[in-house]
Nanobody
Framework: QVQFVESGGGLVQPGGSLRLSCAAS????????MGWYRQAPGESRELVAH???????LYKDFVKGRFTISRDNAKKTAYLQMNSLKPEDTAVYYC????????WGPGTQVTVSS
C-alpha cells in the first residue's frame, strides 16, 4: 500500500514562500503522475498542480506563475515551491497520484496570515 507523507507547511505572511515536500513509499513513484492538492476549511479538496513522470507540468489558474511543482524520482519525493503566497492559499496540502488515487496522507497545514 502506498503511503504519502507531506511536510514543509507552516505560518507565513502574505507574499512569503514555502516549499512543501511529499515522500512516497512503494515502487511506482517514477511511473505515475504526481499531484498536489489542497483543502481549505469547509471546502472540497482540489487539485493544485500535477507533474507527469516525464516532468510535464500543469497548474490551476489560481496558482499559475506562483507555484512550481517538481519531482525527484530517485528520492521518491515531490515538491511544491510556493511563492507570493496569499491568504486564500491557506489550506491543508496533500499529494497523491491523480490517475490512481491512493489513501491520503496526513497533509501539511499552510497558513498565510499577517
Amino acid at each position: 500500500q502506498v503511503q504519502f507523507v507531506e511536510s514543509g507547511g507552516g505560518l507565513v505572511q502574505p507574499g512569503g514562500s514555502l516549499r512543501l515536500s511529499c515522500a512516497a513509499s512503494g515502487s511506482m513513484f517514477s511511473i505515475y503522475t504526481m499531484g498536489w492538492y489542497r483543502q481549505a476549511p469547509g471546502e472540497s479538496r482540489e487539485l493544485v498542480a500535477h507533474i507527469t513522470r516525464n516532468g510535464n507540468t500543469l497548474y490551476k489558474d489560481f496558482v499559475k506563475g506562483r507555484f512550481t511543482i517538481s519531482r525527484d524520482n530517485a528520492k521518491k519525493t515531490a515538491y511544491l515551491q510556493m511563492n507570493s503566497l496569499k491568504p486564500e492559499d491557506t489550506a491543508v496540502y496533500y499529494c497523491n497520484y491523480p490517475n490512481v488515487l491512493q489513501s491520503w496522507g496526513p497533509g501539511t497545514q499552510v497558513t498565510v496570515s499577517s
